[in-house]
């Protein structure tokens, strides 16, 4: 007998054995045939049951994904299909869905949250796809697929393109994505193969991948073209190359001609598409004989479907409106919605449209409120709600490349844009915030938009203009005095860099806990108050005047550059490094006794490694990770070689920083640099482990849950259920995963958890209760004071003490002791100076070889790793 799950299969999914040892995927040097990948579908289809069960999928361009997403089609599951790298949507959407089945897939394995046996659902038979409009996570309203609607439009795409079980497409955008799962439905309809990757085409590795396997085609989004610029793909050679599609928003019609031509001359074809989400991705395409002479158009309807004009009062041109196979069911805004059927016959798309003489259609505006920015259509209405409800009076509008947003009054723009970015599902570049005393209205009364889009044109520019005006006002930003200095020439000084743009930010020009000391205080005296996050912040986001946090209900609070104060804050971890390494020096040389501040100072370096370390990706977060390492290491190895030279305290292995893994058990002169050792092997291990793609990934969406893991690891070696013969290194993984999980605290629930483990573990760990005491002391304000006020007077001692903390360290092994027995206090004082002296010597050193290399050759890579993965 047939069931109902037999007849709700979508035919390409359920087909796949047909085309038997073909390639069906090659990932990660591996190919799965159509055969295995059948057989692997087909096991978990039948895991996933008999009965019909709503199931939610976090997808990722990995085989499991796609097993899933298959496993779900072939056994007729309709299926909510997600973003991986976006958990705050996934969580969203489950609470507000209630799906039957989680499935997520990390590190090869796939897993699956059964949360129940069966279903709450009333699903209905036509139901096979749920999917965010125009990939826009931001809402819980999801287009409504069938079986059909995913058959037709693969059917229609494979016609189009010619595709054919030679084909190899090389992947370049999500899953989750309408446009990038339209390219792994077309080809696995037909046999064809996907070269499946997460590598962005401004990766070389990429192209090396895609003349390897002889890929035949990649798909692109307008912002994909931009780096296809960059990278010279004009200039490549690629002879396998077959097509390029490219969807996603409005192309120039300068780019389209431009590539149409060098597709032409090189042998390969540009097809330019239109579609939504709601059309299951494609209404029509622009045949490529025809993309040089009319670049602008987005051409005819694809195969089995057709467009008519809609009249719209008062304008000359009509609404364009699509019919066939391949248009939604309907939308479903609630679970109760997923019983409803066909709700829709036809897409009114709320595009503009006109159609020419040579009978393409060609897009001249929005009906509505929308705009459609790298790809995701977003809703100006829900931009404007979201930050009213929040208490900001806002407006917003878009260009075909970035969300303008005016709101009235200052505020945190940076918060403000996170929280767009998080609310809609837009990356945080293509966010602008204006602060505006005022919002431009018309005579009557109504926000006037036009001049809220002046005022970013104005501001990008190529040739000076001149502010918007309405009425006899000027419609301008806020302004924001920031006296003789400007934040660019701090970070150029302070990073050793020319040609700093205003898209940069201290992170991205690869900036660290050694130069964030004298980078900060020199930024709080310029700006007369520094944001804790002012080191995610870029260059116009500081030079424009975003003000500091502040806690709520309590006003902000400005001053002028050239007013005088008493005391001045200064970022807590720099005070720590400053008094800490006082105290070290001191107890060492038996000036005073205070111990425990060592240890403070691993927390501190998990606290900035958490902080300047993880923004990026890949193989450029990697470089810049083992650069910080270096500019610990080098000066270390330098200096522990000539104490060598001079002394008999140290040994070889000292030398290349190996004592801990060489060196004798027994605590002698040679355990002297333990501490710098530590450093080193936490932060290299720290690099490695997430330089492996599924410990990132999982880094990137459990942030405050992965240090806490690592914590938890740290805690056997803590409480000696895994014994180590390392005696100075056991507490080091520990306490750096706790100042990493300090770092990423954001909340006060968070914070209090922190807290807690802080005051819990550090007890029993030493016998002496004032060390302990020390170690508690620090780590807490590091949670709970992000600054603290500092005279004025020993603001530069401490920020030169914190900057040469570790020369001090270093140096001081050698300096001390002829003159401990003389004076303590004089050892002291003269250990700091030699310690000074000796980083400015190396400040010098790095500073002279910086401008021996490449002009920001480092920097320029690190903006890449900043690229959207699914963008590029």
């Not at 609607?149 to 992947?171: F, H």
């Not at 050793?496 to 201290?506: A, K, Q, R, V, Y």
């Amino acid at each position: 007998m047939t069931t109902q799950l037999e007849l709700a299969r979508v035919p390409f999914a359920a087909d796949l054995s047909s085309y038997g040892n073909r390639p069906a995927i090659i990932a990660d040097g591996h190919t799965v045939t159509y055969r295995e990948l059948a057989r692997r579908v087909g096991e978990l289809a039948r895991q996933l049951g008999t009965e019909r069960r709503l199931i939610a999928l976090a997808a990722s361009n990995e085989v499991e994904s796609l097993v899933a997403y298959l496993a779900a089609l072939v056994a007729g599951h309709p299926l909510i299909l997600l973003p991986e790298d976006k958990p705050a949507a996934l969580e969203s959407l489950v609470a507000a869905y209630d799906p039957d089945v989680v499935i997520r897939s990390a590190g090869g394995l796939i897993s699956l949250d059964e949360r129940r046996p069966g279903s709450d659902h009333e699903l209905h038979p036509d139901l096979a796809l749920l999917l965010s409009t125009s990939g826009s996570t931001g809402s819980p309203k999801l287009v409504r697929l069938s079986h059909t609607n995913l058959q037709a439009n693969a059917e229609s795409i494979a016609t189009y393109l010619g595709i054919t079980a030679e084909d190899r497409a090389a992947t370049t955008l999500p899953t989750s994505y309408c446009y990038g799962l339209s390219v792994i439905n077309s080809h696995f309809l037909c046999g064809a193969t996907l070269v499946l990757t997460g590598l962005s085409v401004v990766d070389p590795c990429f192209w090396d991948l895609f003349r390897r396997e002889r890929a035949t085609s990649f798909a692109a989004v307008p912002y994909t073209f931009e780096l296809l610029e960059r990278i010279g793909f004009a200039a490549m050679d690629l002879p396998s190359l077959r097509y390029i599609t490219q969807a996603g928003g409005r192309l120039g019609p300068a780019q389209v001609h431009r590539y149409a031509e060098i597709g032409r001359r090189q042998g390969w074809d540009l097809f330019v598409m239109y579609g939504q989400t709601e059309a299951t991705a494609r209404m029509a395409y622009l045949p490529p004989d025809l993309a040089t002479d009319y670049p602008g158009t987005i051409g005819v309807p694809v195969p089995g479907g057709a467009f008519r004009l809609e009249p719209v009062d008062g304008l000359s041109d009509g609404e364009l409106v699509y019919t066939g196979p391949n248009v939604m069911l309907g939308y479903a805004q609630t679970p109760e919605d997923l019983a409803l059927g066909r709700s829709v016959t036809e897409l009114r798309t709320g595009d503009l449209a006109r159609k020419n003489e040579a009978g393409l259609y060609e897009l001249v505006g929005r009906r509505s409120r929308f705009v459609k920015i790298v790809g995701l259509r977003v809703d100006l209405g829900q931009v404007e709600q979201l930050l009213a409800d929040i208490g900001v009076t806002a407006a917003g509008t878009g260009t075909d490349d970035r969300l303008v947003v005016a709101v009235e009054g200052t505020h945190d723009n940076r918060l403000l844009a996170k929280v767009l970015a998080q609310g809609i599902g837009l990356p945080r570049a293509a966010i602008e915030v204006f602060p505006l005393h005022e919002l431009p209205r018309l005579g009557t009364g109504k926000i006037n938009y036009p001049a809220i889009a002046a005022l970013a044109a104005a501001k990008h520019s190529a040739t000076p203009q001149p502010t918007p005006r309405l009425g006899g006002s000027q419609v301008a930003p806020i302004p924001h005095k920031t006296g003789t200095e400007s934040v660019r020439r701090i970070f150029e000084d302070g990073l050793d860099l020319t040609d700093i743009s205003e898209d940069d930010s201290f992170v991205s020009l690869g900036g660290d806990s050694l130069s964030f000391v004298a980078v900060s205080v020199r930024l709080e005296q310029l700006l007369g108050h520094l944001p804790r996050d002012w080191h995610l912040r870029t260059v116009r986001e500081l030079e424009t005047g975003d003000p500091a946090p502040q806690a709520q209900g309590q006003p902000a609070t400005h001053r002028h550059p050239g007013e005088k104060r008493s005391f001045s804050p200064m970022d807590t971890s720099v005070i720590l490094r400053a008094v800490g390494i006082i105290l070290i020096v001191g107890t060492h040389i038996g000036l005073l006794e205070w111990q425990g501040m060592a240890h403070v100072l691993i927390a501190a370096a998990g606290f900035n490694f958490a902080r300047f370390q993880l923004t990026g990706r890949g193989l450029p977060r990697l470089r810049r990770q083992l650069t910080s390492v270096a500019r610990i290491a080098v000066p270390s190895m330098v200096f522990i070689a000539f104490a060598y030279l001079v002394t008999d305290r140290y040994s070889l292995a000292n030398i290349v920083l190996l004592n801990a893994i060489l060196g004798p058990e027994q605590v002698t002169t040679e355990w002297h640099f333990w501490f710098i050792e530590v450093i080193v092997y936490i932060l290299l291990a720290m690099s490695v482990l997430l330089a492996i793609p599924w410990i990132s990934r999982a880094e990137r969406r459990f942030p405050f849950l992965y240090p806490l893991v690592l914590f938890g690891v740290g805690l056997l070696t803590r409480y000696e259920v895994v014994e180590l013969d390392l005696p100075h290194t056991l507490p080091a993984l520990w306490l750096f995963a706790l100042g990493w999980a300090v770092a990423r605290s954001r909340d006060l629930p968070q914070r209090i958890l922190v807290s807690a483990l802080t005051v819990i573990t550090i007890p029993g760990f030493f016998d002496d209760p004032n060390r302990e005491f020390t170690m508690m002391a620090g780590t807490l304000l590091l949670i709970w004071l992000p600054t603290l006020p500092v005279p004025r007077a020993v603001s530069k001692p401490t920020v030169l003490l914190a900057s040469a903390s570790m020369h001090i360290y270093l140096v001081h092994w050698i300096v001390y002791p002829p003159l401990v027995g003389t004076s303590p206090a004089l050892a002291t004082v003269a250990s700091l100076i030699a310690g000074l002296a000796y980083w400015t010597l190396c400040t010098k050193v790095a500073h002279a070889g910086g401008r021996l290399r490449a002009p920001n050759t480092d920097r320029a890579t690190a903006q890449s790793s900043e690229v959207d993965r699914w963008d590029a």
